[in-house]
């Protein structure tokens, strides 16, 4: 078994999602190859653990890791968002859960599906076997403007507009179909200085891209209040993100549901009876060491957030 990825601040989701009891329930809701919850699993030995991941190819690796384990662990092959909307465990409820919503070194290196510009692939960046839409289809088919803005919006790329028209002009001719010709041609387009910046000119791109593709921000906006009415009171759930788009995201539910009133703006009354559902543990995001850092640079984007909950909302 060849393990690729290293799971991005292990000592603090540790630390912070430490269960306060036996036989208590973690769910890791982006499995991966299983990094965190080999973690989670070896150093509290009672632990019962739940992996979700929407890839099955890299759920093989994880099986195999977690072996040793043996009844301790479950598996589902499947979107969280889809898992925790149609929650099949009843009325089992985890007492913790971590999402590591960063893309795993295993699809950059092992999973040939175009998700990085260093090696020539087939443009996929599909992460599960059920999507219809891939990377090839948004960069061949969409038209320039919907390009530019999706650029835009996903990857934060000042360029979008510059991008967008030389990749519909390129098309013409040739479909894109591979990384390395899509990364060429947003290399060409952009103004020398930008070529030689702190990161390759493709990141950004490739980032939107991938976002539209598996519909990562808005698998995210639901399965946070989804997660979050399953998670046991006194419960705590932990977030890691890789980019301001996803920690906006989690900031803002988190402080939505740290507040003393969650109706509606636009309801006249509060009916909700004034209760926070959750603590926020991590008043700021738990940012990576500086030794972490070093010995993984692509953890260095990495933020982690931490709530506790307080009781349901339906109470």
């Not at 889809?82 to 699809?107: A, M």
């Not at 060409?188 to 200085?193: I, T, Y």
């Not at 890789?242 to 969650?262: A, G, M, P, W």
Request: neutral net charge; aromatic residues 10%.
């Amino acid at each position: 078994m060849d393990i690729v990825h290293y799971s991005v601040l292990w000592k603090e989701a540790l630390e912070y999602l430490k269960p306060d009891g036996d036989n208590q329930l973690f769910i890791d809701g982006t499995l991966g190859e299983g990094g965190h919850t080999e973690l989670f699993l070896k150093e509290y030995p009672t632990l019962k653990t739940v992996g979700l991941d929407a890839d099955a190819d890299i759920m093989k690796v994880a099986k195999e890791r977690l072996a040793p384990f043996g009844g301790r662990t479950r598996f589902f092959n499947t979107w969280f968002n889809q898992f925790y909307r149609e929650y099949p465990l009843g009325d089992e409820r985890p007492d913790l859960i971590l999402f590591d919503l960063g893309i795993s070194v295993f699809h950059y290196e092992k999973g040939n599906r175009g998700f990085s510009f260093q090696t020539d692939e087939p443009l996929d960046m599909r992460l599960g076997g059920d999507l219809e839409l891939s990377a090839c289809d948004i960069v061949n088919q969409y038209p320039e403007k919907e390009l530019a803005d999706l650029i835009y919006k996903y990857g934060e790329e000042r360029y979008s507009r510059r991008i967008a028209t030389a990749l519909v002009r390129e098309r013409k001719g040739n479909p894109i179909e591979t990384t390395a010709r899509l990364a060429d041609i947003i290399r060409g387009s952009v103004p020398a200085a930008y070529r030689h910046g702190r990161i390759h000119p493709a990141t950004r791109t490739f980032q939107a891209i991938r976002i539209v593709v598996n519909g990562e921000l808005v698998r995210l906006e639901s399965v946070l209040q989804d997660s979050l009415r399953v998670l046991k009171p006194g419960g705590r759930m932990g977030v890691i993100s890789f980019h301001s788009l996803e920690d906006r995201i989690v900031k803002q539910f988190f402080k939505y549901k740290n507040q003393l009133c969650t109706c509606p703006p636009e309801q006249p009354i509060c009916n909700c009876g004034g209760r926070r559902t959750v603590e926020i543990l991590t008043k700021k995001p738990i940012c990576p060491s500086e030794e972490e850092v070093r010995e993984n640079p692509p953890s260095r984007s990495a933020k982690l957030r931490v709530v506790r909950k307080l009781e349901d909302e339906d109470v």
